[in-house]
């Protein structure tokens, strides 16, 4: 049992390892996005909805000596959006996505550990603050850990997001899904979702060989 337990815990390591190669690329604004950096003022862009141009400004302050922040605030037109306090995060992304409707999100992701944070998610602008409309971290709960997500391309009112996860079942991997924009909501347009990329030892192939037989699993959660 402890040989065994010694095996599962390198074998997690290796994953997180991996997971953080693969995973912790920098994101980028797609061509139809427009990306803000942290400790910048912007003045040309409407993150309200209202048609004109806002004052926005995204800071992390309170870094400490390893390089990590410990608090995220997002302000809109001289006015607090969004507060994180008392966290951890070592950068900030944030693009600014409009839909063909004209509604404008805030994705806002502040990394950590593991590609983990405390926030990842997409925002919108309600009543003077920013809410979560769509949370990275909660769309594949229940399958695997280490769970982000970016929005990969916007084509009217819908959206592609690629979700990257180290799953219980298959390891790391990225899998893309689209939502529509739908009476306020953004929902999905299947149950499914397409492969973008699954990590295996030698990079080429979804096969893959163990040397012991291995249980499968109904559902997520199965005992």
Do not use: W
Request: net charge positive.
């Amino acid at each position: 049992m402890r040989k065994r337990n010694n095996f599962i815990s390198v074998f997690t390591m290796f994953l997180a390892i991996g997971f953080a190669i693969i995973f912790s690329r920098p994101v980028k604004a797609t061509a139809n996005g427009v990306q803000l950096k942290a400790n910048r003022t912007y003045t040309a862009y409407d993150v309200t909805g209202d048609g004109t141009k806002d004052k926005i400004r995204i800071r992390a302050a309170n870094q400490t000596d390893n390089e990590a922040y410990s608090s995220l605030t997002v302000s809109v037109n001289g006015k607090t959006a969004y507060r994180l306090k008392n966290t951890r995060f070592y950068n900030v992304i944030a693009n600014i996505y409009t839909l063909k409707n004209g509604q404008p999100f805030l994705y806002l992701y502040a990394p950590a550990e593991n590609g983990d944070g405390p926030v990842c998610a997409l925002l919108k602008y309600t009543n003077g603050k920013f809410r979560k409309i769509l949370d990275f971290t909660e769309i594949m709960a229940g399958y695997g850990n280490h769970r982000i997500g970016e929005v990969t391309n916007l084509n009217g009112n819908k959206i592609v997001i690629t979700e990257s996860i180290v799953s219980y079942s298959l390891g790391i991997n990225a899998i893309n899904f689209t939502y529509e924009y739908v009476n306020g909501k953004f929902v999905p347009t299947s149950r499914y979702g397409s492969y973008k990329e699954i990590y295996s030892a030698d990079g080429s192939s979804r096969y893959f060989t163990v040397n012991s037989d291995l249980p499968a699993y109904a559902r997520p959660g199965a005992t």
